[in-house]
C-alpha cells in the first residue's frame, strides 16, 4: 500500500508562490505516475498536472500552464508543484496522486487512480 503526504499549503497572496511537495511511501516510487489535484469548496475536483514515470514528460491543466510547474525527485520518493502567480481561483485543497499508468492527455478527475493522499490547503489573498 502506498501513502502519499502532501506539505507545504498555507496562505500566499495573489501573485506570490507557493511550492507543495509529496512525499511516497510504501512502493518504488519510479514506478509510479504522478499528479495533482485540486478542489475548491463547492466545486468538483480538477485535475492540474502529471508526469511520467521519470519526469521526462508533463501535462498540465489550461488553467495553470505557465504558471505551475511539477517536477519529481525519485531519489527523494518526492513530487512538486511549483505554483507562481497564484491568483484567486486557485485557492483549492490540493491532491497528490499516484497511478502505475501513464494517461497522456486524458488525466482527470473521472479516473480511479490508485493512490490519493490527504490533501493540502492552498488559500489565496487578494
Known amino acids: 500500500q502506498v501513502q502519499l503526504v502532501e506539505s507545504g499549503g498555507g496562505l500566499v497572496q495573489a501573485g506570490g508562490s507557493l511550492k507543495l511537495s509529496c512525499v511516497a511511501s510504501g512502493r518504488t516510487f519510479s514506478d509510479l505516475c504522478m499528479a495533482w489535484f485540486r478542489q475548491a469548496p463547492g466545486k468538483e475536483r480538477e485535475f492540474v498536472a502529471a508526469?511520467?514515470?521519470?519526469?521526462?514528460?508533463?501535462v498540465y491543466a489550461d488553467s495553470v500552464k505557465g504558471r505551475f510547474t511539477i517536477s519529481r525527485d525519485n531519489a527523494k520518493s518526492t513530487v512538486y508543484l511549483q505554483m507562481n502567480s497564484l491568483k484567486a481561483e486557485d485557492a483549492a485543497v490540493y491532491y497528490c496522486?499516484?497511478?502505475?499508468?501513464?494517461?497522456?492527455?486524458?488525466?482527470?478527475?473521472?479516473?480511479?487512480?490508485?493512490?490519493w493522499g490527504q490533501g493540502t490547503q492552498v488559500t489565496v489573498s487578494s
Open positions: 508526469l511520467t514515470w521519470s519526469g521526462e514528460d508533463t
Open positions: 496522486a499516484a497511478d502505475r499508468a501513464w494517461y497522456a492527455n486524458r488525466w482527470g478527475p473521472e479516473l480511479h487512480l490508485d493512490y
